[in-house]
């Protein structure tokens, strides 16, 4: 890889699936070709984008819900640009490839075609098909590859069609990319970026909604972080890359259509920090990825009911930010986790570990997990709601906590 890229002139350095809103929006909604929904992460959606044959539904705001809220006015007339999720990944790759000739992508259909979510439409033909390189059905060998190109001095960022694909390269990503810096002494760095869609998405079975956080939390040398809205997708996209480690970053196959306005400027955000998204007094609830939509669902009824609860997207799962937890854990007192990894084993597991270790003479109240079952998911819509923490269950567990 190193040499077909140095033989185009690249430098090397010396070292569809959509979630079902029709309940929340009152509307129908049948994805197609031609039309699809789009969620705002502010809470608003627009629904029907079919050349007139649908109609937006009426919305009733259940998204997203702030301490002051007020209704978003105005969109039009704010700074900077209107993106889809996975369209803020593509823009994060294509300023990083633009400023770095080192960066390149490689994974099944990544070239030409443009992903199987989109993510890397037009690279191909922006920056040629040895930087968006299309390879066959093998992940063991093209993540093994990404490694190896790594050593050489470029930046890969390796695209699994979906998540539970890479189990196949586990041993790669395991021995080779988190272990090659320590075992080489030194001598090698890997700055590689592994990227793909997963959870459970809509009706995709069990083998196609792996949660692989708790696979790969284990792993020493890897950074792993979790996007939830355009404006921290990009942002972590940027930082992923121009990190000297070999970072993970985990998205959500429902959040692809998830549409934030953006900054015009460049920004990188940091791959240790969490962010507040709702500050409170009550309890504080620590979530990631798609479980930040079920919480914040959750938060409208809470605020209703008189709760004031403090939500922090951990983002970072790992290392965690002990520092943003510990001074909300040392506010309110109370702590419960949401997550939509499997209770065994998982990020909440190992959060509720850190926070006991470190907060324990701060809580009042026992730290509550809420996870998904220990069951492969279900194909069958019904039964797979079951299996995922629903707002509800969220709020039931505020009211235990704050007794």
């Known amino acids: 890889m190193a040499s077909m890229l140095q033989a185009i002139g690249v430098a090397s350095a010396p070292s569809g699936l959509f979630p079902d809103h029709s ?70 790759l294509e300023e990083e490839m633009e400023r ?15 992903g199987s979510y989109k993510v890397s439409k037009g690279l191909a033909e922006k920056f040629g098909d040895l930087r968006v390189l299309d390879t066959p059905i093998a992940e063991n060998s093209f993540t093994g590859m990404a490694v190896g190109a790594a050593m050489t001095g470029l930046r890969p960022v390796v695209e699994g069609m979906n998540m539970g694909f890479l189990l196949l390269a586990f041993n790669q990503i395991s021995d080779n990319c988190g272990m090659l810096h320590y075992t080489s002494g030194g001598q090698f760095t890997i700055p590689t970026v592994i990227r793909g869609p997963g959870g459970v998405g809509r009706q995709l079975g069990a083998e196609h909604s792996q949660r692989l956080e708790s696979y790969f939390q284990s792993i020493p040398g890897i950074q792993m972080v979790a996007c939830s809205t355009p404006y921290n997708a990009k942002g972590l996209m940027k930082a992923a890359i121009r990190s000297e480690n070999p970072v993970v970053l985990f998205e959500h196959v429902l959040l692809y259509n998830l549409k934030e306005r953006i900054p015009d400027e460049e920004y990188v955000l940091s791959l240790e920090e969490a962010e507040m998204v709702r500050p409170g007094e009550h309890v504080t609830i620590l979530t990631y990825s798609r479980m930040r939509y079920h919480v914040m669902q959750a938060v409208k009824t809470l605020v209703n009911k008189g709760y004031d609860p403090e939500v922090i997207d951990i983002r970072s799962l790992k290392p965690f930010d002990l520092y943003t937890i510990g001074n909300s854990v040392k506010k309110t007192h109370r702590v419960l986790i949401v997550e939509e990894c499997m209770r065994t084993g998982g990020i909440g597991a190992s959060l509720t570990a850190a ?25 069958a819509g019904t039964l797979e709601n079951w299996t995922v923490v629903q707002p509800p269950q969220i709020v039931t567990a505020v009211e235990q906590l704050c007794q």
């Open 355 to 379: 926070i006991n270790e470190n907060f324990h003479d701060y809580l009042d109240a026992p730290i509550i997990c809420l996870s998904s079952q220990d069951v492969p998911t279900p194909y």
């Open 100 to 114: 770095d000739p080192r960066v390149c992508i490689m994974g099944e259909d990544v070239g030409h075609y443009g």
């Open 23 to 92: 309940s929340k929006f009152g509307v129908s909604v049948s994805p197609s070709p031609h039309s699809f929904p789009v969620i705002r992460s502010d809470g608003r959606a627009n629904l029907g984008l079919t050349h007139g044959s649908c109609k937006a539904g009426k919305l009733i705001t259940k998204a997203v819900a702030t301490k002051g809220e007020s209704a978003a006015a105005g969109t039009s007339s704010k700074p900077g640009h209107e993106l889809l999720l996975f369209e803020a990944l593509r823009e994060g």
